[in-house]
């Protein structure tokens, strides 16, 4: 039993997420952790070919981590045989011709979301990856991360009963560029870049309904651009055309009603930068990235509107703490290695091509909503 070393091509490394998360916090991490340990005892180990735009930009970090292999060449590096998996963390307008260059030259598929810019395109990629047989995956992190991983944990014990409803919260404040540096990348808030929220974040929420609690059925929508100006990262004004807040409900499988806000445009009040409150009929729990309070039904207290005298409630001090039980380890990392055995060992891995591109129905079913005003219902799609 020898060990597997799987090359790599990272495209899209140079980019703040690409470099911290997938490239030095898992496919290195994971590497120099002496790989993945498969089922028969022997390991995959990921080497990485970094590719990308910018010579000096690939140089600089094959440097930094003693990678051997770098290029600008994409066409080259597909078709070298000695790489098995191609990766992409490109900006969302440029990822959808890699990936289908990528398929033809028979190369496993690991991608950012979402995949494409239409659901067309997304469902074509899938279809194609699907006739090359190349397995492909979708990266969605957040399914494991520690407060996520706990709130599974909760609703595999049984502790919420029926569940009833979701309530999401996330966002934070992006500064505009012109007195203080915007966090996020100028494309960002560019429609005609693939910028918006919705296409960034309501593909997030699908996964964590669709494998937490249940497929997703409808969407209401309301969009807004609240900034309208904002300035790029050479100082420019530009005008926004892109929606930087979303406010969604969605109907689930079963009943179950969603409720979620998105926003780069409000300040936090929130212990996390995204929280999920999740009310039963035999308790409630609210998760963030990290942490997850509960409150069971035994200890709710009996609350009573009374508008005239002081509420003593201090309700927030009646939640308990979900411990963690266990290490977690880098959600990025923790999906990678996913993958990675999907890859060599045939393990399961829900987080397809296929599962991606019904993220992006959900975004473009709430567009259609918001411009509507409408409720948009979510038919099955398949391959």
């Known amino acids: 039993m020898g060990d597997h070393v799987v090359g790599i091509a990272m495209n899209g490394v140079t980019g703040r997420m690409g470099y911290r998360q997938h490239l030095t916090r898992s496919v290195l991490a994971i590497r120099d952790a002496g790989g993945v340990l498969l089922p028969?005892?022997?390991?995959?180990?990921?080497?990485?070919?970094?590719?990308?735009?910018?010579?000096?930009?690939?140089?600089?970090?094959?440097a930094r981590h003693g990678i051997e292999r770098w290029t600008t060449d994409l066409d080259a590096v597909l078709s070298d045989d000695s790489i098995e998996i191609y990766?992409?963390?490109?900006?969302?307008?440029?990822?959808?011709?890699?990936?289908?260059?990528?398929?033809?030259?028979?190369?496993?598929?690991?991608?950012?979301k979402p995949t494409a810019g239409t659901l067309d395109a997304a469902l074509e990629l899938a279809k194609l990856a699907q006739a090359a047989g190349v397995k492909n995956g979708v990266v969605q992190d957040k399914l494991f991360l520690p407060g996520l991983l706990k709130l599974r944990r909760l609703i595999d014990s049984?502790?919420?009963?029926?569940?009833?409803?979701?309530?999401?919260?996330?966002?934070?404040?992006?500064?505009?560029?012109?007195?203080?540096?915007?966090?996020?990348?100028?494309?960002?808030?560019?429609?005609?870049?693939?910028?918006?929220?919705?296409?960034?974040?309501?593909?997030?929420?699908?996964?964590?309904?669709?494998?937490?609690?249940?497929?997703?059925?409808?969407?209401?929508?309301?969009?807004?651009?609240h900034i309208p100006d904002r300035w790029d990262e050479q100082g420019e004004r530009y005008t926004a055309t892109a929606d930087d807040a979303a406010y969604g409900l969605f109907e689930l499988?079963?009943?179950?009603?969603?409720?979620?806000?998105?926003?780069?445009?409000?300040?936090?009040?929130?212990?996390?930068?995204?929280?999920?409150?999740?009310?039963?009929?035999?308790?409630?729990?609210?998760?963030?990235?990290r942490e997850c309070r509960v409150q069971h039904r035994s200890t709710t207290p009996k609350a009573v509107w009374d508008p005239d005298a002081v509420d003593p409630g201090q309700y927030r001090s009646q939640w308990d703490r979900v411990p963690d039980n266990e290490e977690?380890?880098?959600?990025?990392?923790?999906?990678?290695?996913?993958?990675?055995?999907?890859?060599?060992?045939?393990?399961?891995?829900?987080?397809d091509l296929l599962s991606g591109a019904r993220g992006l129905q959900l975004a473009e079913a709430g567009l259609r909503s918001s411009q509507s005003g409408a409720r948009v219902a979510l038919d099955e799609i398949t391959l």
Do not use: C
């Not at 307008?93 to 260059?101: D, I, L, N, Q, T």
């Not at 012109?178 to 996964?207: C, K, T």
């Open 40 to 62: 028969d005892g022997s390991r995959v180990i990921p080497e990485p070919v970094l590719v990308g735009r910018s010579e000096q930009k690939l140089r600089e970090i094959a």
């Open 87 to 112: 990766f992409d963390a490109q900006i969302t307008h440029a990822r959808e011709a890699a990936v289908r260059a990528a398929i033809a030259a028979g190369k496993h598929i690991y991608a950012e």
């Open 158 to 225: 049984g502790f919420f009963g029926t569940i009833l409803s979701i309530r999401g919260e996330f966002g934070y404040w992006v500064f505009e560029g012109d007195w203080q540096e915007a966090q996020r990348p100028s494309w960002n808030y560019r429609a005609e870049e693939g910028g918006g929220i919705v296409l960034d974040m309501f593909p997030h929420w699908h996964y964590i309904l669709e494998h937490l609690f249940a497929p997703v059925r409808s969407v209401t929508a309301h969009t807004a651009t």
């Open 253 to 289: 499988e079963g009943g179950i009603v969603a409720q979620i806000n998105s926003s780069w445009s409000v300040r936090v009040d929130r212990d996390e930068l995204v929280e999920f409150q999740v009310d039963g009929t035999h308790g409630s729990a609210v998760a963030g990235l």
């Open 328 to 351: 977690f380890p880098n959600g990025f990392r923790a999906q990678w290695e996913l993958f990675l055995k999907h890859v060599r060992a045939d393990a399961p891995f829900p987080h």
